[in-house]
């Protein structure tokens, strides 16, 4: 078998000491981002308040992020590969921080959507190095299982404290302060990371090929907008252009890794189906669960009437779930097979969703939470075996590229799911029956409706809002109904796409017997122009 399938395996005496504590470095990257995800959805109602978007320019807000880091974290995982990962995390750490200043006092809604932008190019290079120094720390395979499992666990618990932190601020504070929270969390992992992390980099990286960053930028932007604009607004010609110019580029993108002799992503990864198979598994999921996630805290704050406090408390279950499925993923995965636990998980989010289609005003928490504790467990464990299954299916030096196409899908998953998911809740929301006279920013979004509701008398706000508030939950049952059908679509596919694959042990190396083992050519001795 191909030694990019078959990474050298690691003995108890390669173990790193001090990993542990390198390791709860990491954990706090992956903190700084899960909580800034998170806070934005608490803090759009907000936002949508004291800014007045338009309908499009909350949308924009809520996924450019997604946008630009998926359509940079190639290229800054590869980066990381070339000058060192501990390296590009540091200087991504300080950068996420600073501009989070400029997130929490951004004045209008375009420069809320740029300081956004800027911090998908900062959060580009943290979430690859974290992953690509996990497998460098941790050469043991079931240690390492165990450290991704931490890793994803922090995520989660990560969505866990972002809504409730932030919950508190917006009820003492103004809503810029939810994005002040990522200072402290910056300065000690950077006080504390550059004691601990060891520097780790591919031997002999060659050269950072711009052009190929440049196609890579072009091609998932443009792609992700063309899908977006057309979800949002039908069929159009600027739409179809753009659309037409990103696939242009990814498939010059393509073309160009195949024939680089050391490329920015090595195209030959995909041959391995377990590792394909890992990766879209990956980027449905996120999909589908992108509607809720984004909508959910508008749901409990401005449907249910909610405090921001007590919203980020309802969506405790979901985390904790999700801890406590990725540490115990790993085992099960041992015991059971990859694709029985990857696809159980998927089906178990699925059917949470599924059940959460039935959410109206009056619904009470018991069914809601539960929901939400399914949807958890099931993340917890198909997130945490996907992870495992990329980075054990290519060599260390490799690391951070894959982990990088691992956080593309995640990425791209919500940009897609954001655009598409909060499309159907858009569109429907808009089609409620306002009282006469109704101004025009109240059909923009939920938000827009409760700040004008402010200015009206009180039996015509009373019918709007119970209008704007009906529309905006049957929006929201068909989002949750489109992304369950998506969840247990790709339950169905993991369960094909995963057959045979097995985690990696401290005896053997990964096993994957769908693997086209006869005609991938080893790292050392093949062109990467092959195709």
């Keep these: 078998m191909s030694s990019i399938l078959r990474p050298a395996v690691a003995t108890p005496t390669e173990r790193r000491p001090g990993r542990w504590l390198a390791l709860s470095v990491l954990v706090l990257a992956v903190l700084l981002v899960a909580v800034d995800a998170t806070v934005l959805g608490l803090a759009t109602p907000y936002i949508s308040e004291d800014l007045a978007p338009s309908g499009t320019q909350l949308l924009w807000i809520g996924d450019v992020y997604s946008f630009v880091i998926a359509g940079l974290l190639v290229s800054m995982g590869s980066l990381g590969d070339r000058i060192g990962r501990k390296k590009i995390l540091l200087c991504g750490a300080t950068a996420f921080g600073l501009i989070s200043i400029l997130n929490a006092y951004a004045p209008t809604p375009q420069l809320m959507i740029l300081a956004r932008a800027l911090l998908g190019v900062a959060g580009a290079t943290l979430m690859p190095a974290t992953l690509a120094l996990i497998r460098n720390i941790f050469q043991d395979p079931r240690e390492r299982t165990l450290a991704v499992g931490i890793w994803g666990a922090a995520a989660s618990a990560g969505t866990a404290v972002g809504p409730i932190t932030g919950g508190f601020l917006l009820e003492h504070f103004w809503w810029g302060s939810v994005f002040l929270i990522n200072l402290p969390v910056m300065v000690v992992l950077v006080a504390v990371g550059i004691r601990t992390l060891p520097e780790s980099r591919n031997p002999n990286p060659g050269p950072w090929d711009l052009a190929s960053v440049v196609m890579s930028l072009v091609g998932m932007v443009g792609i992700v907008y063309a899908v977006k604009e057309a979800a949002a607004e039908g069929f159009t010609w600027s739409a179809a252009a753009t659309g037409i110019l990103g696939a242009a580029a990814l498939y010059g993108f393509v073309r160009r890794q195949l024939t680089l002799p050391v490329p920015l992503l090595d195209m030959r990864l995909f041959r391995n189906r377990g590792f394909s198979g890992a990766v879209l598994a990956d980027l449905l999921t996120v999909l589908g669960m992108s509607g809720l996630v984004f909508f959910l805290s508008q749901f409990l704050q401005l449907v249910q009437g909610r405090r921001p406090f007590e919203a980020g408390l309802a969506e405790l279950p979901a985390a904790i779930g999700a801890v406590a499925a990725g540490l115990v993923a790993g085992v099960a995965a041992r015991r059971l097979s990859v694709r029985a636990v990857v696809s159980g998980g998927l089906a178990a989010i699925g059917l949470g969703l599924a059940a959460l289609t039935v959410l109206d005003r009056s619904t009470g928490y018991p069914l809601m939470g539960a929901a939400l504790l399914v949807v958890g467990v099931g993340a917890g464990l198909s997130f945490t075996v996907t992870a495992d299954v990329i980075l054990s299916s290519v060599p260390k030096d490799q690391a951070g590229a894959a982990s990088a196409v691992s956080e593309t899908a995640y990425e791209l998953g919500a940009a897609l799911g954001i655009a598409l998911l909060g499309s159907i809740v858009t569109g429907v929301y808009r089609g409620f029956t306002a009282p006469p006279g109704t101004?025009?920013?109240?059909?923009?979004?939920?938000?827009?409706?409760?700040?004008?509701?402010?200015?009206?008398?009180?039996?015509?706000?009373?019918?709007?809002?119970?209008?704007?508030?009906?529309?905006?939950?049957?929006?929201?049952?068909?989002?949750?109904?489109?992304?369950?059908?998506v969840l247990l679509a790709t339950a169905l596919a993991a369960w094909f796409l995963l057959k045979g694959r097995h985690l990696e042990s401290p005896a053997h190396p990964p096993i994957d017997r769908t693997a086209n083992t006869t005609n991938t050519p080893t790292p050392d001795n093949a062109p990467h122009g092959v195709q």
Excluded: K, Y
């Excluded at 709007?464 to 049957?474: K, N």
């Design 439 to 485: 101004p025009d920013a109240a059909r923009e979004s939920l938000g827009g409706a409760v700040e004008t509701a402010h200015h009206l008398p009180a039996n015509t706000a009373e019918a709007l809002l119970s209008s704007a508030r009906e529309s905006f939950v049957q929006g929201l049952h068909l989002a949750t109904g489109a992304g369950a059908a």
